[in-house]
């Protein structure tokens, strides 16, 4: 019989499929907004198993101790930031310290709980005044010929020292298994440090190591930019007729000239032949983007439109493209255009962006992005990774304060950048992730801003 | 009788002769009567005193000029002018001096001392007085901020609300009563947003000011500009009341 409460299952499963659709296109649907794509490192590629072995001691003394300890830890972190190693913690490595080829057992680095592809090891001594090191690089899946390198290393005997061989002995591993891209152990950043009322110019190492003073004006300086060949450092600083382009010598260890002029200059970008600056002028009454030689000379002007327009930065595989920003609509946009000033295309599509860097491969733009802003709105500005040919973004920094300045590192896999938890300006420090947004750490105390990372 | 013939020859006799002559009379010159080596010094006649004479031309000159000094002694043996020293018995010599200076000359001699005088004087300029301070010239602070407002943006603008063409207005009028004062016009803005994009805005604030005041007739070249962005702020508070204190192009005396 016809029971009329019972529904035929064929309307059960029409509901059910209905709701399944629904379902589908709101998955769908959130995925599309998201638009996500991958940078390098999370392409999914697999990352090298590398054990790095303390190093055995070739002579025994306190100082070998000190010095040794630092080598050790510092090439442990070279190769566990480099982002291309999968690096075995110390607690699952074999317990012998090899000092030569001939005392390795390279099976017992490669079965398990290492398991590893490579092995790092080597011996560290002073003798007399000098730090002698000798690092190898061995291949654990090949016992027959395992050697991949032998690095002999001679060096007045420092802390410095120690920890500047770690650098060179890490960046010839990089090279070796990265296929041929500049390891990144012996880079520097360039840096404004808040000094009470005033900011200078600071540089460390890319790991936050040997923080020292640039610039001694007394004033406020900003946007420290170092030329390709490390040579030069580009900034603005505040003079008694406003803000003007200086330059610092780093090879004299002063300051040299740079051509002056009238109006507020800033934010000073090296294109990559290293022979001319972008910077932004207001010397015609509105800040625009204007191109020059290193020394100030032979000025240009590139863009024209009424609005601030700031914060150029070069594309720095081809030279013939910049990167800036401009308020012409309002709200300041990331834009980018020829180095002749055509061919202006509009990147962002609301918000507050500003901030930009251009990745060393050309494909990739970091900047900082607020993209609730407005008055009453709980802006949040974090950093993102734009890819230029199809303008999807990433956002790579959540939920931790005001983030602001981006800077690639040479490699390409690494972003330093500046942080605030509770919004301060003063509070500032400088922060470094991989550049899908994983590993972050601190590499400053409070105090410190606007990172640049060098180009080698 | 002797018959003694002389029998020496007539040469002889003659050169004999001429000996006798001779010896008697000498060869030689005529000797005067005085042998002066054996005369003894002169008896000293009273030494005559020297005299000097010291001219000077021009003897009145401006500062940096030069002028020629002249002068002449007689019977004496060292002459030595204050100021240039031992000279010349007779000479020339030129000088700037850089004031009024009395030339002295002595000359000394084995009768004596002499002396000359000259003077020359040199027109120093006055050095002109300093200009009087400028706050004398340009008013009072005080005054100065009560009738020349600083203007208020909104965010992230730069253009002139509409309550400002009133301030301008005001502020116009002030500069035009008084002429000498000049105005350096800073532009600031709230410590949100970043500090690039801040300088360039806060530039644009400042020249929005400037521009106003430049359309209400304020000579152009009377307005100075400079931007602090975020750098510099007028009171740190997290609140809109503090971030629109500081979205500000503020006007001062520039001195």
């Known amino acids: 019989m016809h029971s009329p409460q019972r529904k035929p299952p064929i309307r059960h499963a029409q509901r059910y499929c ?19 794509f991958k940078t390098e490192t999370s392409s999914g590629v697999t990352n090298i198993r590398i054990a790095v072995a303390d190093f055995k001691p070739s002579s025994s003394d306190t100082q070998t101790d000190g010095f040794k300890r630092t080598f050790d830890t510092t090439l442990y972190a070279d190769l566990a930031n480099a982002g291309i190693f999968d690096i075995v913690s110390k607690s699952l490595l074999p317990q012998s310290t090899p000092g030569t080829p001939a005392e390795i057992n390279v099976q017992q680095w490669s079965v398990a709980p290492a398991s590893a592809a490579m092995v790092v090891f080597g011996s560290f001594g002073i003798q007399g005044s000098k730090i002698v090191c000798n690092g190898f690089l061995f291949d654990a899946k090949n016992l027959q010929y395992p050697q991949v390198l032998a690095k002999q290393y001679n060096e007045d005997a420092s802390e410095d020292s120690a920890r500047q061989i770690a650098h060179r002995f890490a960046d010839e591993i990089i090279f070796r298994l990265s296929g041929g891209s500049q390891g990144i152990a012996e880079s520097k950043i360039y840096y404004v440090k808040i000094t009470g009322a005033d900011k200078e110019i600071w540089q460390m190492d890319y790991d936050g190591a040997n923080q020292q003073p640039l610039t001694h004006l007394g004033t406020v300086s900003l946007s420290p930019r170092i030329s390709p060949d490390s040579t030069r450092l580009a900034f603005s600083s505040l003079g008694k007729d406003g803000f003007q382009i200086r330059m610092y010598s780093l090879v004299l260890g002063r300051m040299v000239n740079f051509q002056g002029v009238g109006g507020t200059n800033l934010s000073p970008a090296w294109a990559p032949n290293g022979k001319e600056i972008a910077y932004s002028s207001s010397r015609s009454g509105d800040p625009e983007i204007w191109i020059s030689d290193a020394n100030g000379a032979l000025a240009r002007r590139i863009t024209s439109f009424r609005g601030p327009d700031v914060s150029p930065v070069y594309n720095p595989r081809t030279g013939s493209q910049i990167a800036w920003i401009s308020g012409r609509t309002g709200l300041p946009q990331l834009y980018i255009m020829d180095t002749d000033g055509s061919a202006i295309q509009r990147m962002t599509d609301g918000g507050y962006a500003t901030s930009v860097s251009w990745s060393p491969n050309g494909q990739f733009l970091a900047f900082a992005w607020d993209r609730k802003y407005g008055p009453g709105a709980p802006g949040g500005q ?3 990774v734009m890819e230029i040919a199809t303008k999807r973004w990433i956002q790579l920094t959540h939920d931790g304060g005001r983030c602001d300045f981006p800077s690639w590192s040479p490699d390409g896999r690494h972003i330093v950048y500046a942080n605030t938890a509770d919004g301060k300006a003063g509070h500032m420090k400088i922060m470094t992730m991989l550049a899908d947004g994983t590993q972050k750490r601190a590499l400053t105390g409070p105090g410190a801003d606007m990172p640049n990372w060098s180009w080698k | 009788m002797i018959a003694v013939q002389i029998k020496f020859p007539r040469a002889l006799v003659l050169v004999a002769t001429f000996v006798a002559l001779g010896a008697v009379t000498g060869c030689h010159k005529k000797a005067s009567g005085v042998n002066p080596s054996t005369l003894g010094p002169a008896p000293a006649a009273p030494a005559t005193a020297p005299t000097a004479t010291i001219t000077a031309d021009p003897l009145a000159i401006d500062l940096g000029q030069s002028v020629v000094l002249n002068w002449r002694s007689q019977n004496a043996t060292s002459v030595t002018i204050d100021g240039i020293g031992d000279v010349n018995l007779n000479g020339t010599q030129t000088v700037s001096p850089s004031n009024s200076t009395n030339f002295h000359l002595t000359a000394k001699g084995d009768g004596g001392t002499a002396e000359a005088n000259v003077r020359v004087t040199v027109r120093v300029p006055v050095a002109p007085t300093a200009p009087a301070p ?11 901020h009560q009738n020349v407002k600083d203007i208020f943006f909104d965010y992230d603008s730069y253009d002139l609300r509409p309550d400002a063409a009133t301030s301008v207005a005001a502020a116009a009028a002030y500069l035009a009563a008084h002429p000498s004062i000049k105005v350096v016009i800073g532009g600031y803005c709230d410590d949100r947003g970043s500090a690039e994009y801040n300088l360039a805005l806060g530039e644009n604030r400042a020249n929005a000011a400037r521009t106003a005041l430049v359309s209400a007739g304020v000579p152009a070249s009377r307005l100075r500009v400079i931007s602090y962005g975020k750098e510099k702020q007028f009171c740190t508070e997290e609140d809109e009341s503090c971030w629109q204190q500081n979205r500000r192009a503020q006007f001062s005396l520039d001195r």
């Not at chain 1, 209905?18 to 996500?36: K, N, P, R």
Request: with cysteine.
């Open chain 2, 134 to 144: 400028a706050v004398a010239d340009m008013g009072s602070e005080a005054a100065f």
């Open chain 1, 18 to 36: 209905l709701g399944a659709f629904f379902l589908l296109f709101a998955c769908v649907s959130v995925f599309h907004a998201q638009d996500t």
């Open chain 1, 382 to 384: 974090d950093i993102y």
